[in-house]
Nanobody
């Protein structure tokens, strides 16, 4: 049974930084199977970061150059380092897992709230 537990959310001022963590238990751990999403109030859930079939990291257009997706294989944990945060980054952030690059996102964490004040 795969379980994902996010942490690291909170309140930060615009221009600040936060690092989100997602601890993964169960199943095979690989950053290629993981992704970060976010959902702001009244908006659809959107992809923030993932890995493409060629192994490159994909980032949403609104976060490119500001967010970095990484993993610590010793800890079975993926991270989302967020810098130069903007009020529009305010959302609940979720990590998700899929069995392969072309599979649906089948496993989701509980989400962690990120609030960026202006």
């Amino acid at each position: 049974q795969v379980q994902l537990v996010e942490s690291g959310g909170g309140l930060v001022q615009a221009g600040g930084s936060l690092r989100l963590s997602c601890a993964v238990s169960g199943g095979i751990f690989s950053i290629n199977r993981m992704g970060w999403f976010r959902q702001a109030p009244g908006k659809q859930r959107e992809l923030v970061a993932s890995t493409s079939s060629n192994g490159n990291r994909n980032y949403g257009d609104s976060v490119k150059g500001r967010f970095t997706f990484s993993a610590d294989y010793a800890k079975n944990t993926v991270y989302l380092q967020m810098s130069s945060l903007k009020p529009e980054d305010t959302a609940v952030y979720y990590c998700a897992r899929r069995d392969s690059i072309n599979s649906p996102w089948d496993y989701w964490g509980q989400g962690t709230q990120v609030t960026v004040s202006s």
